[in-house]
């Protein structure tokens, strides 16, 4: 196996284990299998995996071959992670949620807890996603968004609790999304209204574009 790792790496404390692939490139004060209270499961990352500085991992998350993350993100316990993901700087993921293979988050998005990502999604800069439609304000169990394969989402976006983006959708930039979004719709304005798609336009994110496409921050200079 074939490392490089930097002084500062650490693991989260006495008790846990990081399992990591081949090849994989970790910045400088990275910190993998961060210990949260109650989640002593493993941190398990897939083989060449670039991971800048500030990004913190917690324990009981797993996550697949060719991850690449920006600097200063947060991915908590309870996160499934597939294949070829990129999720870029400032990022958080508040655990207990997935994300599926080929899909490529843009800087200072919030992820919360209950949601769901399917694969070849596009979530641009600063989307948030939310959870609760009245938080603090009653029992009921947290429910986050489903977005469905090859969707996309513009920046500063926001998606709100429950709701279904579905397969192929596109979101326009700066839309509240307070309703399911049927597939294959463009959904724009506050709230989002549904609009066909353009005609000229694929119904789903070209995976050519997501996972082949070069990435200027992803690997450093030599």
């Not at 990352?45 to 920006?70: K, L």
């Not at 596109?170 to 609009?195: E, S």
Request: some cysteine; proline content about 7%.
């Amino acid at each position: 196996m074939s490392h490089v790792f930097h002084e500062s790496v650490c693991s989260g404390g006495p008790g846990t284990a990081v399992q990591m692939g081949c090849h994989a490139e970790v910045d400088p004060n990275v910190q993998l299998g961060y210990l949260y209270p109650n989640w002593t499961g493993p941190t398990v990352i897939g083989n060449e995996a670039t991971i800048r500085s500030g990004t913190v991992i917690y324990t009981d998350t797993t996550i697949g071959d060719r991850f690449t993350c920006g600097h200063h993100v947060t991915i908590r316990a309870r996160v499934s992670i597939g294949n070829d993901v990129v999720i870029l700087h400032q990022t958080t993921l508040e655990g207990n949620l997935r994300v599926g293979n080929g899909v490529k988050i843009m800087a200072h998005v919030y992820l919360c807890s209950a949601t769901q990502i399917d694969d070849l999604v596009f979530i641009g800069p600063g989307v948030t996603f939310l959870n609760s439609k009245y938080p603090m304000r009653e029992h009921t169990p947290v429910q986050g968004a489903h977005v469905e394969t090859g969707a996309s989402i513009g920046g500063g976006a926001t998606i709100c609790p429950g709701v279904t983006i579905g397969h192929g959708a596109i979101i326009g930039a700066g839309a509240v999304v307070n309703k399911d979004v049927p597939p294959q719709t463009l959904a724009y304005g506050v709230p989002a209204r549904f609009h066909p798609l353009p005609e000229n336009l694929p119904e789903e994110n070209l995976s050519e574009l997501l996972l082949n496409s070069p990435d200027l921050w992803g690997k450093k200079m030599p």
